[in-house]
């Protein structure tokens, strides 16, 4: 079974462009949620979707916004790029059980650098 | 590959030898726990999870302990091998029907040979 797929690997912008990732997650999985890796900050929850609705959001302000396709698939956005948004951002997938009990298989992550 | 963390607390343990990663969490009320390994230019990977109602769970090579009067994790690795060496993150789930993970610093295994 492939893993999840996150595209494209590396991205190199400048401040103020806007940026869109795109997630492909397991097949059959239905959750999709998004994290920020920095050095500085660690892993931070960004967004979580599960057919095709937000359901839960972290403190990252309104430039940062996602979706969710009928396929699963997952796109984030950030808008107006600044200089600290240059991080690895991961997206995980999950197959929601019952109980709410989900393991999250990691991509690879895209690496994105601002300028 | 990236630098996870330029500052994380490392762990230095002989090939062989068993290792032990701690962690505390952060919610009383979280009620679901799993232990990632993430290696350079790799995202985290699944090693273990464990739900409140254990404090104790076994794969293989690895145990996962939990105090949840401490809110205290722990991640045992047994034989520890050159390919350990890696970050390990613990993650919380605050509850079923939260839908978010809150992840810990991490900790930097270095295997020795």
């Known amino acids: 079974k492939a893993g999840v797929t996150q595209t494209p690997r590396y991205l190199i912008k400048t401040r103020g462009q806007q940026v869109t990732l795109s997630c492909s997650p397991i097949s059959g999985h239905r959750s999709v949620s998004w994290y920020q890796q920095t050095p500085g900050q660690g892993l931070q929850f960004l967004f979580e979707y599960f057919s095709e609705t937000q359901r839960n959001k972290g403190n990252f302000p309104g430039r940062f916004s996602g979706r969710q396709f009928s396929n699963s698939r997952s796109e984030m956005n950030v808008s107006t790029l600044e200089l600290g948004d240059s991080a690895l951002y991961l997206c995980a997938s999950s197959l929601v059980r019952s109980g709410g009990y989900n393991e999250q298989f990691f991509g690879p992550g895209t690496r994105l650098t601002v300028l | 590959g990236e630098s996870v963390g330029l500052h994380l607390p490392t762990l230095s343990v002989q090939e062989g030898d068993n290792s032990i990663i701690n962690c505390a969490y952060s919610n009383s009320a979280s009620d679901y726990f799993i232990w990632y390994k993430q290696e350079s230019g790799k995202g985290p990977q699944f090693i273990i999870d464990i739900r409140s109602n254990m404090d104790k769970r076994q794969g293989q090579r690895v145990t996962v302990l939990l105090n949840k009067t401490v809110k205290h994790l722990s991640l045992q690795i047994a034989a520890t091998q050159p390919g350990d060496s890696a970050v390990y993150f613990c993650?919380?789930?605050?509850?079923?029907?939260?839908?978010?993970?809150?992840f810990g610093t991490g900790t930097r295994l270095k295997v020795l040979a």
């Open positions: 993650a919380e789930m605050g509850g079923s029907g939260t839908y978010k993970y809150i």
